[in-house]
Structures are given as C-alpha cells and as structure tokens.
C-alpha cells in the first residue's frame, strides 16, 4: 500500500522539461534514494514534494490526500538542506523549537519536545549555542532535528552530506538512517554519490535529464542495471561494443574475442551490435577453477587503490579494469606480461540501449 | 499549474512598493522638464537654448567635471596604495583606518570647510618665526584648487575606500601578488598591471559616486570661493526660473546616463552609496 | 630574564616593524591635514570671541539660547523623520527589487537611479521639487484641476517642515536603496524555504527570520540616513533661502555673518552636530553589538 504517490508527474521551466512522466509509490517508513548527476531532476522532484514547485501535470498525493498543489508550509513535510539553512539569529533551541512556535505550541511542549530532539542528536551541551559556533556536521544534525521536530509525515533530505568532510559524511549517513529506522518515517534522500546511496536506502531511483532510469533495492541496481546510464553511473564498469555471434548458446564477440553470458540474447540475431558490461571486480586471474570464460590479456597499468588494486588488461583490442583486493602478500603481475583472467558467464550483462 | 498557484506567486506587493517609489522618483523630474518648457510656448527648448548660450554655464560645468577627475584621480592615488598596504601587510592598522574613513560621516562639509578655511587663511611661515614660505592657500587660485579638491576627497573617502577594499576582498590580492612575485613581478607591475586591473570595477563604481558628489557640490564651492557649477547654479536659481530647471533636468539625466553606461560596461559590478 | 633572550627571536618572527608603517604614512597625514587639523581647529575656535579671547559663553550658549536649541530640535527632528521615512520606502523599494520577485533589469536600472538620485541635493533638486509641489508645481496643479483638491488651501506648504521633509526623502530613500539591496541579498532562499517547510506563514518568516537577522543593516543603514540629512546644507538653503532654522542654516548665518556675525558660536554649533552624530554612532554600534550577538 503507497503511502506517499508521485504519478505522472512533469515539469517544465519554460521550454525545458526537467522531470519527464514520473511515476513512483514509496510505502510508509522507506527509505527512498534519488540518484543521479546534477540536472538530471532529482531535486525539482524533491522540491516539488516539499511544495517549491509545481508540476506541470501530475498527481502527488500523501497517505490517501491530494496535495499536488498545497502550499508548502501547510504541507507537514519535513526538509534538509545542502547548505543546513539554519536560522542565523536563533540558537540550536530555538531552531528546533521553530516548527513548533509557529504552530502556537505550549512553552512546556515545545521544551519538552526540543530536549527530545536535542537528544536524539547528542548534541545536550551546545543547546544554547549558535548555529555559527558549530561544525558543519552538527550543523546538520540540528537541521535535522529541527525538521523532524514537527513530527513530519514524510522526511525529504536535499543532499544534506554534500558540503562535510569524507569521514563525517559516513558517520553523519548512519546516523541518519539509525534515527529513520527508529522512528519509523519515510524518507526520500537526494544524492549524487552513489556510494551513499547504495549504502543508506531501501530503494533507489537513478535518474537521468529527467527521467527515471531505473527503480531497484540498492542490491538490484548495483548488481544487475538494465540500462548503460545505470551500469555507468553505480560503481565503475567496464563497457564495449559487441556483435551477437550465436544468439541460442549466448556467445557474444567482443573485438575479436568470444564471450559467454548468462543474459538472455535469444530474441536478437547473429551479427547484431550490442553493448556489454562487466564489472571489475569479477574478473579474477585464472586459477584451478573452471570458469565460463578464460581470456588471454596483456597487463597495461596497475593502479593502487587502497582496499583495491586496479589492473588495465587488454583484451583483445578492448581494455578493461580488473579489481583485485589488496592485501600485505599480493603478488601483483609485470605491466607487459601475458596472462588470463576468468570470469563467469552472469558476470557479463548486456544492457538495454 | 492552476491560477490560484499562479495568483500566489505574482509578486503583488513588490509592485505597488517599486511603483510608489519610481513616481516618488519620476514625478519631480516630469515636472522640472514640463516647467522648463513652459518659458514659451513658441520655442519649447528656449529654457535650454539660453542656458547653453551662457558662456559662464560652459566655464563652470567643465570646471566642475576637471575638479571631479582630479578629485578621482587623486583619490586612486592616496587610496588604493594605502588598502593594499594594510590588507598585505599591515593588518594591525584595518580598524583605525577603517574608522578615519567614516569620520566625513560624522563631520558635515559645512564644518569642514570652515575648519579648512579657518587653519589655511594664515600664512605658512618657517617656526616660531614671521619669515613667511607662503601666502594663505586661500589667497590664489592654485591654493583654493588644493583645498577644495582635498575637501571633495574627504568627502568620498568613505565610498571611494569601502569600494576599493571590498573589491581587494573579492580578488583576493593577497594570493595575486604572491604569485605575480613568485613569476618575478616588481612592485610597479604588480600594482599596475595585476591588482588595478582586477579592482576594476571596483575603482569605477567609487569613481562614479565620486563624480556624482562633487558635480553638483555647492557648500565646499561656495565657501571656499570657487566657480564651480553648484554655486552657478545657486545663483541662477536667485535670478531666473526657466533655464535652472532646464539645467537640473540635463545634469540629472547626464550623470544617470553616464552610470548606465558604466555599469553596462562594468557588467553590472559598479554600485555602492551616495553622499551629502 | 628568559623573556630577554626569546626577545630577538620573536622580532624576527613577526617583521611588522616601524619600517611597515611607513605604508600607511601619505595617508595618515592626509586625514591630519584635511580632517583632524580642521575639526580640531573649529573646536578650538569655538572658545573664541568675535575678539579672539577665550570665553566658555558659545558653549553656554549652545545649551540656553532658545534659538540654537530649537535650531538642534528641529534639525533632529527633520533627521528621524526622513530616515525613518526614507528608510522605509528604501527598504521596500530594494525589497521588492530583490527578494521580492521583481524583473531583474528593474533592480540594475533602479540601483544606477538610485546613485544618481542620493547625490541629488541642492539647487537642482530644490527646482525640481519647487516645479513638483510648489504652489504653480505639477502635482499642485494636477490635484487642483483633476481632483479638486487644494494642496496649499488644506495647509500644506514646500516651505515648511513637511515640505522640507519630502524634499530630504528624495536623496534618503535612494541611499537606503543602495545600502539593504546587498543586505537583502544575504538573505537566503533557504531560509524562507526552511521557514516555509516548517509550517511558518510569510508574515512569521518576516518577523522571526528575516527581519531579525537585517536588524543590524537597518539600524546602521537608519543611522546614515540620520547623518545625511543631518549635514545636509544646500538643499534647505536653495530650498527655504534660510527660512527654516535647521542647525547647519544657522551655522551658515553665523559664520558668513549677512545680520548675525558670530563665528566662534558657529563653530561651537559645528561642534555641537559632531558630538550628536558621535552619540548616534555610538549608539548604533551598541545596538549592533547587541542584535549582532550571532555573527562571527
């Protein structure tokens, strides 16, 4: 049962359609991430959620009621933004409190409900400080909690991690999704970094100029994208122009060499183009164990990547990265020597164009 | 999108606010031009026409404009080197200076000029002696030219300064000249050839204000003795009706059109406050 | 003792030496020469006579002569009300060029009239206010033929103090203009948005959010329009022919000496205004420090 439906929603600046036929049901207490390069409409379908904007066309309707076209402070949404848009004049208390002030709360709820909040963000101590005498990471957690203050039906996050350090942006993304699972809300998160969005998220929603490309649990669209963008876009992939060689037996041929795949080909023709991936780290130099598909390679370049080492191989005439995981005893292989990396038939995809 | 959503995003009030303001700002203007014109109703630039006949009009609205040059010029001078120095390398000396540039804030030109006239109408003599070096630098012309050019510098400094440092701010001239120094730029070329230019707008919006204070002065100019358009314009106000009100029209419309032009050229950059 | 021996170090550390100041030298003998030398030497006047002898009688005056006291009153007077007024219509005029959703060419073709305008004081704006509400003035005359209403029968006056005043707004609004549409700038859209989100209403974004945080603007931006309109000579003079005593008029009088010929209180009335505008920007940074306590 959906609990917040966005259904056919587009929208247009001028002659520019920026969301094109949108269409996504999120269940109560998800989390939903939109994914995508910027641009491509994710925060225009966010905005228009929180009530900013408008859609052209389109229905968006919140546990049963329509509020396509509701003003936003009457909306009961919760927002985070980028840049935390804490209030400058008032303390971390105070913007807390501001939801609840404003809806003519009682001093003694609102209190109450502010030292809740300021718990759940641990952040006790700096209750009476101003938002310019913290961090930016604490910054966003009373964005946060000041969002959250107002018990929202829905929570909408506007790459609220972008502008933090590395380290706090994955401590800061646990703690987001620790407290959503907590209390149980739906959540939409809109991010470019698709580590973050793999890591945190139910469900995630890669977009791309406007349109959805593809809708998966973070485990479906890692593993198994359906289109290039996707493939592209989560994790880094090898890609290449292939021909279809025997459609029945899924032998593809990538530049002078054959390849197997699991996907199904039946349906076109020998001689047909098509594009294959294969993620890096399913390839493995050869070993004792039978594989689909063993493959001659010269070693190009080798790049030390910490918890990966990246080798070039070329195979063929096409190049690819290979993934292997570093550790103290590796033994890495010469740039320029022959060898032959394996790698399974359901390893190789072949994407929708 | 329906029309009450559309209803609700036509900025109403702005309009009325910006409309009110613009007939505040229109009105006197219109109806300075109308008078000027209702001198004859035979020959409707007649207002216009004697006043460019006056010789003496010519005389003093180009002495005004040479004063408001040397006035900018002068300013450049004394202002972008000291800015420089101080967001280089005098930090220390920000807020004194700083605060020096608000005093013309504080001290009307009505009580600088007569500060200046009370101190400058004596003689400069060699100490505790009678030999005098030189006479009053009110009693000759180049005298008066150093007084009240100096007085419209006091005037301006607070835009003139505030531009020109907001503008270092914003190019970070501390991070140009040390890698103009580290590619072996000297000073000379430093300065003229890599912070002027990227202060550029900067210096020409202080300029401008600097210009539109000093064309129309009239309380310097006509205490100290100087026959400059303000005091002109003073006069013929006393005597004439027509050929004021034609003048003030052309003057506001000239120094508007010359800010227009400007700010297009600058793209937009030049703006800051004004003067009394 | 051990301080004596880092001593050498430390100088070497921090370079700024005597020589650094020399830098800031032409500037510093500029301000003494054209602006402390006068104002000190019109406060030393001011305990002269009109023979030269030291007397304490301007200053005595300053406070007991009911003419130069009104002479302060209605100069303040004049001063608040036009800032006050001028700063409010300034303060909507950038308002709605900024935030306010207006077309963007309207804000750059107002902030270049808005240059132009806060400079025009004088003789050329004293015309145009004559040509505008003066008794044969366009706008006296549109009212009277169109809708019937007399302007000067209703008791309204150019040369009076209202008259004055709408005068003075003409160059205070602009200035007001120039100085918040930056201010209104800094004000960000997340803000409203966030506002917005949490259920506040325009009016309670205005009044908790945006006005709070321009508070410190305004009030610097109301105690400039003070100053200006304060300083301002010539257009009252072009305006009135001295009618009006405001402060700097009298000034004028006493120093040029046309009927009253008394420099030395002149000059105890300039440095009368100086204390006052000192006052009110001492004022203004109190109350900036204290609505100012959130900022860096």
Known sequence: MSYLSLSNITKQFGDTVVVDNFNLDIAKGEFVSFLGPSGCGKTTTLRMVAGFEIPTSGRITLDGADITEKAPNQRNVGMIFQSYALFPNMTVAQNIGFGLSVRKESKEMIKQRVDEMIALINLEKHANKYPYQLSGGQQQRVSLARALAIQPQVLLLDEPLSALDAKIRVSLRAEIRAIQKKLGITAIFVTHDQEEALSISDRIVVMNTGLMEQVGTPFEIYNFPQTQFVANFVGSLNTANAEVSEPANGLVNVDGVQLITASDIKSRKKGDAIRVSIRPERFSFADNQKKDNVLDCTVENITFLGAVVRIQVKIGNAKFNMDTFNNPFLELPKIGSKQQVTCSKEAVLVLDE | ?276 | MAQTTIKPVKSLAAPTNWKTWLGVVPFFLFAILFLFLPSLRLFTASFSSPDGSFTLDNIIQLVSEPFIVNAYKLSIQISAVTALGGGILGFLMAYSVTVGGLPKPLRSALITFSGVASNFAGVPLAFAFVATLGRQGFITHVLRDYLGINLYDAGFNLYSFAGLSLVYMYFQFPLMVLIMAPALDGLKNEWREAAENLGASTTQYWLKVALPVLLPSILGAMILLFGNAFGAYATAYALTGGRIGIVTIQIGAQIRGDVLYNPGLGYAMAIGMVFIMAISLAGYSWLQAKTERWLK
């Open chain 2, 1 to 276: 999108m329906s029309f009450l959503s559309r209803l609700r995003r036509f900025p109403f009030w702005s309009w009325v606010w910006f409309i009110v303001g613009a007939l505040y700002f229109i009105l006197p203007l219109l109806a300075t031009f109308e008078f000027s014109l209702t001198w004859d109703p035979a020959i409707p630039f007649k207002a216009y026409q004697r006043s460019f006949e006056d010789k003496d009009f010519w005389e003093t609205f180009i002495y005004s404009n040479v004063l408001a040059l040397a006035t900018i010029l002068f300013s450049i001078l004394l202002i972008v080197p000291t800015a420089y120095w101080i967001r280089l390398r005098l930090p220390e000396a920000r807020r004194i200076v700083e605060f020096i540039t608000l005093m013309p804030f504080v001290v009307p030109a009505i009580i600088l000029v007569f500060g200046m006239i009370r101190i400058y109408s004596a003689p400069f003599n060699v100490p505790f002696t009678d030999i005098q070096i030189m006479q009053p630098l009110t009693n000759f012309k180049a005298g008066t030219n150093v007084l009240i050019i100096s007085g419209y510098m006091v005037l301006a400094m607070p835009y003139m300064y505030r531009s020109v440092d907001t503008g270092m701010r914003t190019v970070d001239i501390r991070t140009l000249t040390e890698a103009a120094q580290s590619l072996g730029a000297n000073w000379f070329v430093i300065i003229s050839r890599i912070i002027l230019p990227n202060i550029r707008s900067a210096l020409l919006s202080g300029a401008l204000l600097t210009f539109a204070i000093v064309v129309g002065e009239v309380t310097l100019a006509s205490f100290l003795g100087v026959d400059a358009f303000g005091p002109y314009l003073f006069l013929l106000g006393q005597h004439r009706a027509y050929e004021p009100a034609a003048l003030s029209f052309v003057s506001f419309l000239l120094t508007w059109l010359a800010m227009g032009l400007i700010q297009l050229v600058s793209g937009g950059q030049g703006q800051a406050a004004g003067a009394h």
